[in-house]
T-cell receptor
Framework: AQSVAQPEDQVNVAEGNPLTVKCTYS??????LFWYVQYPNRGLQFLLK????DNLVKGSYGFEAEFNKSQTSFHLKKPSALVSDSALYFC?????WGSGSARQLTFGSGTQLTVLP | DGGITQSPKYLFRKEGQNVTLSCEQN?????MYWYRQDPGQGLRLIYY???????QKGDIAEGYSVSREKKESFPLTVTSAQKNPTAFYLC?????????????????FGPGTRLTVL
């Protein structure tokens, strides 16, 4: 079965500093990987995805993520954090060649990012 | 939140009542999904639909029902059989079915409905 782990429930960073939100995954085959952001009482907003090709993926609002196949990781990064980046971040994975439930997205439990002014 | 709308934003239900959550999309997407979100947990899939008049159970379908009579609409009914229905419910859609192996489609989410059982 596929799975996603976000090892940190909470990440705090000072405004202007770089931020990293960690994600590791497990799939039988090759992964499609996604990052979403959720603001309080709102739906999820798509940030970026890795399908194939360049391991460094650039997304919305200055975010980027690096796919590392050997470490089965897809960490979300931003060079300079803003207070407005404070939100709940979800990593999700889908098995490219999976069957049944593996064709669906599996979400991590989320990481609350707080950017301190 | 794009072209996906959910209503109502907040919903209160008495125990023993069925309630229906609305989800509408104007993106011309084939596939639609319902997820449940509880604090400290990721999203869990309730039901999904690949095409009109088709729907399939997700991981936590017990106590829920859906219909897909129109491409743009995928309502979710929370029945009295659902033991712990208080949660945040999210609807999503994607251009293609997840069972289409060529699909790399992103799922786009609505703003959510917060259901509270009194």
């Amino acid at each position: 079965a596929q799975s996603v782990a976000q090892p940190e429930d909470q990440v705090n960073v000072a405004e202007g500093n770089p931020l990293t939100v960690k994600c590791t995954y497990s799939v039988s085959g090759n992964p499609y990987l996604f990052w979403y952001v959720q603001y309080p009482n709102r739906g999820l907003q798509f940030l970026l995805k890795y399908i194939t090709g360049d391991n460094l993926v650039k997304g919305s609002y200055g975010f980027e993520a690096e796919f590392n196949k050997s470490q089965t990781s897809f960490h979300l990064k931003k060079p300079s954090a803003l207070v407005s980046d404070s939100a709940l971040y979800f990593c999700a994975v889908r098995d490219v060649w999976g069957s049944g439930s593996a064709r669906q997205l599996t979400f991590g439990s989320g990481t609350q990012l707080t950017v301190l002014p | 939140d794009g072209g996906i709308t959910q209503s109502p934003k907040y919903l209160f239900r008495k125990e023993g009542q069925n309630v229906t959550l609305s989800c509408e999309q104007n993106l011309n997407h084939d596939a639609m999904y319902w997820y449940r979100q509880d604090p400290g947990q990721g999203l869990r899939l309730i039901y999904y639909s690949q095409i009109v008049n088709d729907f399939q159970k997700g991981d936590i379908a017990e106590g829920y029902s859906v219909s897909r009579e129109k491409k743009e609409s995928f309502p979710l009914t929370v029945t009295s059989a659902q033991k712990n229905p208080t949660a945040f419910y999210l609807c999503a859609s994607s251009r293609k079915s997840p069972h289409d192996r060529s699909s790399t489609d992103t799922q786009y989410f609505g703003p959510g409905t917060r259901l509270t059982v009194l």
